[in-house]
């Protein structure tokens, strides 16, 4: 039986004829790309201007149709696009542009999936802390019927242990798209700093950063965007889904890596434990905030196993991968540095993450507006974490004190 791969491919030769074609220096194609109602798919169209952009400020506001993109009724469809932020087009090459943009609506109010302009308030706020951060983005590839990328029709493949970070036939599957992708984006202008091979098989991830405040967000949007593209060339489809499979096969995440200025200093260290001590205190707010489903997505996969801690305890330690919070070993070998929150979920929305991160860790802020589960459950955890602790180990890592903080885990609470 002919698979859809077969059925639909276009040939890719014939287009290339007509993208070679010479076009007037002064005429510009801007794809507008946005966020659309799901709160994690990505929706684009393509303007001409008759003179490239030298900044995001010179592009025009633009609209869509919000009512085909569940962001507006049919009586008062048009959503407004404002850019805010401008990269190099690697599919149709330069001067041609992709613009991230933020949703307004007919009122010109920012629209309640437009998560960035709240984040954008936080990082001005929080300009002066210097909050750098980084996001470890794991997919799934697909092939075009929807199966994973690799994986037998009929069957599965052999377990997981071979796989991550994997060379040769039968243990990685997709490299090609995976460095094509890796190579747009460094044609964009992204700051993609790396990629490899996950645990389970079809299963990878890019890293984004260091990006200072709401570039992080602008950044991973746009790379995700340039994924998707690149595997549409492929005919092969991605899935950002934290539990594409269920069964001994490990989910996808977007690992967090978070610092300040006074985290990158001598002596760090206690900075850091001081903003997870805060973490700890509003974990369910941060579940909420960390993936598009305010925790219901990452339930099937922060279960506890896999390298993930449970959804419902927060716990911190170095070198674990079986924790909320992780400090990597260099970091406490320095005394100073960064943490990686292994909460997020690989279809998460990045300017949540970053501004929720920011709000606690920067900006002291002891109630965030969402919450997983109810209130009463949250007080229930923020009374329980009072209680005293031992000092003890975390996967056999000996933690010391900084600033009367114990460093160590207790059933899963940190103190």
């Known amino acids: ?90 599919f149709t090459l330069k001067p041609n542009k992709l613009v991230m943009c933020e949703t307004y609506d007919k009122d010109g109010l920012p629209h ?8 954008a308030k936080v990082m001005e706020t929080a300009k002066e802390q210097i909050p750098w951060f980084g996001m470890e983005q794991e997919y799934a590839i697909l092939d075009a019927d929807g199966a994973i990328f690799g994986w037998p029709k009929q069957g599965f493949p052999g377990p997981q242990g071979p796989y991550y970070c994997g060379v040769g036939t039968n243990k990685v599957f997709g490299r090609d798209l995976v460095e094509a992708h890796y190579a747009a984006c460094i044609y964009a202008g992204i700051k993609i700093c790396g990629t490899n091979a996950e645990v389970m098989p079809g299963q990878w991830e890019f890293q984004v950063g260091p990006c200072e405040g709401i570039e992080m967000g602008d950044h991973l949007w746009m790379a995700r965007f340039i994924l998707h593209r690149v595997a549409e060339e492929f005919g092969l489809g991605i899935s950002f889904d934290p539990k594409p ?99 997020p979920s690989s279809n998460c929305d990045p300017y949540c993450v970053t501004g929720a991160l920011t709000r606690t860790c920067c900006l002291k802020e002891r109630r965030l507006s969402r919450c997983y589960g ?42």
């Open 112 to 119: 309640p999936t437009n998560h960035r302009f709240q984040c």
């Open 1 to 90: 039986m002919m698979n859809y791969r077969d059925m639909f491919k276009t040939d890719k030769a014939v287009a290339a004829r007509f993208q070679a074609l010479q076009l007037d220096e002064n005429i510009c194609q801007c794809t507008y790309v946005w966020i659309d109602g799901s709160g994690e798919h990505l929706r684009c169209k393509t303007r001409t201007l008759t003179s490239v952009p030298k900044s995001v400020d010179e592009l025009p506001i633009w609209n869509f149709d919000g009512s085909s993109t569940n962001q507006a009724s049919g009586e008062h469809s048009d959503v407004f696009l404002h850019p805010v932020a401008m990269f190099d087009d690697p």
């Open 245 to 343: 499979i269920e069964g001994d096969w490990n989910g996808a995440g977007c690992h967090t890596n978070f610092s300040t200025l006074a985290m990158r200093k001598d002596g760090g260290y206690s900075v850091i434990v001081e903003a997870i001590e805060r973490l700890s205190k509003v974990h369910r707010a941060h579940i909420a905030y960390y993936d598009p489903r305010e925790g219901r997505d990452n339930e099937r996969r922060l279960t506890g196993k896999h390298e993930t801690a449970s959804i419902n305890k927060f716990s911190w330690g170095v070198a674990s991968r079986a924790v909320s919070i992780r400090v990597p070993a260099q970091t406490h070998l320095d005394q100073k540095g960064y943490f990686e929150d292994r909460r």
């Open 374 to 415: 109810s209130e009463e459950e949250e007080f229930e955890i923020i009374a329980k974490k009072k209680e005293p602790v031992q000092n003890g180990l975390c996967n056999g890592v000996s933690n010391g004190h900084a600033n009367g903080i114990t460093n160590g885990v207790c059933n899963g609470v940190a103190h």
